[in-house]
Each structure stands twice: as C-alpha cells, then as structure tokens.
C-alpha cells in the first residue's frame, strides 16, 4: 500500500502543458469561467499542490469506494466468525470420538480435519487480499478519473505542474488545489460506480494570460 501511495505521488507531477503562465501571485484567487457552479476558486499559480489522500477519501468517490470496502471486510469477518464456530464445533465432536475411534483411524480424521482448516484459512485469506488490492485499484482509477479535472483546474491557474503535498518540504496554502479538486471531482465524477456515467469534462475557459513573470517568483 504504502508504494502504491509513493508511486501515485510521483505520478501527480502531472507537467502538463497549460497554454500560458500567469503571474498573478499565488493566493489572488479568483472565480474562473466553468468553476462558478460548485463555488470553486482557481489559485493563480504556475505551481499548484494536491493532497492526494485526502482529495481521495474526501471526495464522493473515495467514501463511496470506502463504503464498499468496509461492507465486503465485514461481511468476511462475519463469515470468518461463523467459520470459526462450525470449526470449534466439528473439533470437539472429533474430540469425543477419539475414545472409541481406532487410533489409525483418528489420526486420518484428525488430518482431514487439520487440512480442512487450512483450507479454509487460505481462501479466506485470498478474500481479504482482493479487498485489499481493490481498495488500491480504486486509488488508481480515481487518478484516471481525476487527471481530466486537474488539467481543467491547471489550464484555469495558467499552472505548468500539479505536485503532491506530502512530497513537497514547504509550500503556501495559496497554491493548495485539494478543496477546489474535490468539488470539481464530485461534480465531474462523482461516486465510485459513476465515474463511466458522467459527462466529460468541459474544459474552463482559460483567463486572459499577462507576459511570462520572471523566473524569480513562485
């Protein structure tokens, strides 16, 4: 999970081309023509962050995706619970059958029944696992889902890069697009299971963009 993570990191450094640079400074926020109707406002900035996490469990489609998950881990556990109580059952009933069993004879049930729980133990195991991976797929088919919006929000900046919050030392709060993402995402996306039912995105009309700024401002 955790490389996944790092790996979805480095893919957030999206280094699209935007068209243009703005050299508005970061923070002179400002509505942008699509953004109005989920009350976003678009950072000015050559240079945006996004808390990949967070845009993710935040958004509709992470607690939806999350839902899912922790239905499908409870109801393993339960079917875990009942597993365990039919096992216990069928051990002491092996148990009391030792006495007058031949000794032969027990040992080949007592394997049969060692076997049986491994068995079991091992597909159950495999059904945690898929959960497991499914939680880290969805991960990656957010980022599929959320790449058209972010390349909106970047051509509404005039920004040339999207980078990940947590691998950036210090950074403004001004150039953090992890709010402006998540509504845009909800509105564009939605939930898990809608992503291949909403409409594409419309891209916002890029503001009108001043001379390139010097090299010497963020």
């Known amino acids: 999970m955790r490389l996944l993570r790092s790996g979805l990191a480095c893919l957030?450094?999206?280094g699209l081309s935007a068209g243009g640079v703005c050299a508005q400074e970061a923070g002179q926020g400002a509505p942008v023509a699509g953004m109005?109707?989920?009350?976003?406002?678009?950072?000015?900035?050559r240079?945006?962050?996004i808390d990949f996490e967070r845009a993710y469990a935040e958004s509709a489609f992470g607690r939806g995706m999350a839902?899912?998950?922790r239905r499908e881990s409870a109801a393993i556990a339960a079917e875990n619970r009942r597993i365990e109580a039919e096992?216990?059952?069928?051990?002491k009933r092996l148990t009391a059958q030792r006495a007058a069993t031949p000794p032969r004879e027990f040992r080949k049930l007592a394997e049969a029944f060692d076997e049986k729980v491994?068995?079991?133990r091992a597909e159950q195991d495999i059904k945690t696992e898929a959960v497991g991976r499914r939680g880290d797929q969805s991960r990656i088919d957010f980022l599929a889902a959320a790449r058209p919006v972010l390349e909106g929000l970047m051509r509404a900046a005039g920004a040339t890069v999207v980078l990940e919050r947590r691998s950036v030392l210090v950074v403004m709060d001004a150039i953090d697009i992890t709010d402006a993402a998540i509504a845009r995402i909800d509105a564009q996306v939605g939930a898990a299971g809608d992503a291949g039912?909403?409409?594409?995105?419309?891209?916002?009309?890029p503001a009108p963009q001043?001379?390139?700024?010097?090299?010497?401002?963020?």
């Open 12 to 14: 957030f450094a999206l």
């Open 36 to 45: 109005q109707a989920t009350g976003v406002q678009v950072p000015q900035s």
């Open 47 to 49: 240079i945006l962050v």
């Open 67 to 69: 839902e899912e998950i």
């Open 87 to 91: 096992l216990v059952e069928e051990e």
């Open 118 to 120: 491994q068995r079991l």
């Open 197 to 205: 039912t909403t409409a594409p995105e419309t891209p916002a009309d």
């Open 210 to 218: 001043p001379p390139l700024a010097p090299a010497s401002q963020p």
